[in-house]
């Protein structure tokens, strides 16, 4: 590929950049361990999507439940 | 706030709890953020125009310590979305699509406006021209600062919906008119007040880490260039968000009058009404507003809060008994009371619970016009239905009075600052500064400076205490209370959620602020 094409040159300013970090390597540990928390421990053990879970794929009719019982309480 | 239900009381509070020490959280990164972005892109169009190098290290110390922040603060805000899901999931649903297009669309421009400026950015010095450097260091800045817009169209739609209908068979909001709900006048100026509010905070965190360096005798000249660009963003940054909040306290007089009221402790309304100015409201309970005729020792600013609100210094304001007990209106229209509007709230729950009936048995929408109408005309105090006490919707006075005022009173002591901090680097009244060189103050003078800089995030947190204290109990204004928001879950599962989060995030603060910290005292990188 010829060093002058764009394409080269977009991915060199990556590969370049990525290669060349020093604060960044740091900072980028931590979001990807940020990230592993949020998206793996996070999400996946404390956050379910609570619909999904108990509304058995009729999500209206347990909402509609919910607003409708939460009136007459 | 009393709830007289049987879902589990825990349940609520901590929910409430966990998604304001969430959005606190979040807070803490992106007001510096919007803000170093317009430091940093001004210093790198001092080098596009000058090619002096000084300016290049300069652009590039802001930029570093601007993606420190940038790292640390990256899916802080996706938290809040789980939250959503998991513990407001009635809410969430409810929704429907109002929350998901402008969040996707946020979603989307971040991804890519990011990824490929913030790495133009960081990765680009040398390798591509200087006009286009420069273009994607102000472009990173307008993709965070278009983010925010997203997000605060969405804040702006729970305090103010518009441009949607609700739709009893999917029992979600669909939206009707997109522009109306991403060009709300409501979101304008929020986006306007909060963007202005996060260049100050850029500005206080720049001039503060000046003064340290003058304070330390080190980097002098670039501390001082810094200094005088940090200034004067902050002075016009204070002065704008001053404006946008008196057009952010106009709107909220309009369409959520009762957080004016509270943000005011104003029992008792009525025309001439002055802007409280102090007044003793105890921090610690609610006051006694149906028999107190107005806060103790309260010295006002006579008819400001009539113009503040009405642009009229006559005008009227009303205060919380006469939202509670209903008003007639400048324009002879009258507000219902709060009794009305439950009554109103019952019916349409009750017109909803006969339509989803109906339709269970399966009959035609058409011959359930009447329970849709009924839905539709009460649809705007739907949330009154669940009020049991008229006191439930009247917010938590004392923080909505004292962090209004902390917000102000430091705006206001920024606008000093920030001018005085200007005489002093351009050395104006030249008499004054004669013997005064900004750069050889005794020590205390720095400090105060850098002091600053947690009392304006003190102030910036201190808004969104009033803009969302203030709407309590609604998560969607009038339509919606937390109590039936929140989702039937276990207390002790939000419990252990919270302190999770607390110890995740404060060390992640302290890491982020010990990283800062480092590089702030490393200095800038110099080329020569
Ligand atoms: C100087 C005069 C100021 C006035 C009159 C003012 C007024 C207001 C008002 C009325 C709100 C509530 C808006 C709502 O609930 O929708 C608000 C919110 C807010 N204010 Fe201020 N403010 C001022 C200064 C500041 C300063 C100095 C900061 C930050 C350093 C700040 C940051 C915020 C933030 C972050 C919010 C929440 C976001 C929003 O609702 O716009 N404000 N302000």
């Known amino acids: ?73 | 706030m009393t709830n007289l239900l049987l879902i589990d009381a825990g349940t609520i509070e901590w929910s409430r709890a966990q998604f304001a020490l969430t959005a606190i959280y979040h807070w803490l990164f992106v007001p510096l953020t919007l803000g170093l972005a317009v430091i940093m892109g001004i210093m790198e169009t001092c080098y596009y125009r000058t090619k002096n190098n000084f300016w290049k290290d300069t652009a590039k110390f802001w930029q570093k310590l601007f993606g420190i922040n940038f790292a640390m603060g990256i899916a802080t805000g996706i938290i809040l979305e789980f939250e959503f899901g998991t513990n407001w999931s009635n809410y969430s649903w409810f929704v429907g699509d109002i929350f998901g297009a402008p969040l996707a669309v946020e979603g989307i421009v971040a991804f890519f406006m990011e990824s490929t400026f913030v790495a133009v950015m960081f990765f680009g010095w040398n390798k591509v021209s200087r006009g286009f450097h420069l273009a994607s260091t102000w472009l990173t800045g307008l993709g965070a600062t278009i983010s925010a817009w997203w997000i605060l169209v969405a804040n702006a739609w729970m305090q103010h919906p518009v441009g949607c209908e609700f739709n009893p068979d999917t029992m979600r909001h669909e939206m009707v008119s997109f522009a109306d709900v991403a060009l709300s006048p409501f979101a304008v100026s929020k986006f306007c007040h909060t963007v202005t509010s996060a260049w100050i905070i850029g500005a206080v965190f720049c001039v503060g880490v000046c003064c340290w360096y003058l304070m330390k005798k080190r980097e002098t000249k670039m501390a001082l260039e810094s200094l005088k660009i940090g200034a004067i963003v902050g002075l016009v940054a204070t002065l704008l968000a001053a404006a946008t909040g008196h057009k952010a306290g106009q709107d909220v007089a309009q369409v959520q009058p009762m957080k004016l009221a509270a943000m005011e402790a104003l029992y008792n309304g009525g025309t001439d009404v002055g802007l409280t100015a102090i007044a003793w409201v105890n921090p610690f309970s609610q006051p006694d507003y149906e028999n107190e005729e107005s806060a103790p020792l309260r010295i006002d600013m006579p008819y400001a809060l009539s113009f503040m609100a009405t642009n009229d210094f006559h005008g009227y304001v009303p205060g919380i008994n006469d939202l509670l007990n209903g008003y007639t209106k400048p324009d002879g229209t009258r507000e219902p009371s709060v009794d009305e509007k439950i009554e109103r709230g019952k019916k349409a729950i009750a017109a909803l619970a006969d339509y989803r009936k109906a339709r269970q048995e399966g009959l035609p929408v058409d011959s359930l016009r009447a329970e849709l109408a009924t839905i539709n005309e009460n649809m705007k105090y739907f949330g009154y239905g669940y009020i049991k006490d008229k006191a439930q919707v009247v917010p938590y006075i004392p923080i909505n009075f004292w962090a209004f005022r902390i917000m102000v009173g430091v705006g206001c002591l920024l606008i000093l600052f920030f001018a005085i901090v200007l005489a002093g680097v351009y050395k104006w009244p030249a008499k004054l500064w004669q013997k005064n060189d900004i750069s050889a103050l005794p020590n205390w003078h720095y400090w105060i400076a850098i002091a600053l800089i947690p009392l304006a995030y003190i102030a910036s947190e201190s808004g969104w205490l009033v803009a969302e204290f203030g709407r309590q109990p609604w998560t969607i204004q009038d339509m919606l209370p937390t109590w039936v928001a929140v989702s039937d879950l276990h207390s002790s599962s939000v419990i252990i959620t919270f302190f999770l989060f607390l110890i995740l995030f404060t060390t992640m603060l302290a890491v982020e602020i010990s990283i800062l910290l480092k590089q702030i005292k490393k200095g800038p990188d110099y080329s020569s």
């Open chain 1, 1 to 73: 590929m010829r060093k002058d094409s764009f394409i080269y040159r977009f991915f060199n300013l990556y590969y370049e950049g990525f290669k060349n970090m020093t604060l960044g390597r740091t900072l980028w540990a931590i979001i990807i361990i940020k990230l592993f928390v949020i998206f793996v421990i996070l999400k996946v053990f404390f956050f379910p999507n609570f619909l999904k879970e108990h509304a058995k794929g009729n999500e209206s009719a347990y909402v509609a439940g919910e607003f409708i019982e939460r009136a007459e309480q």
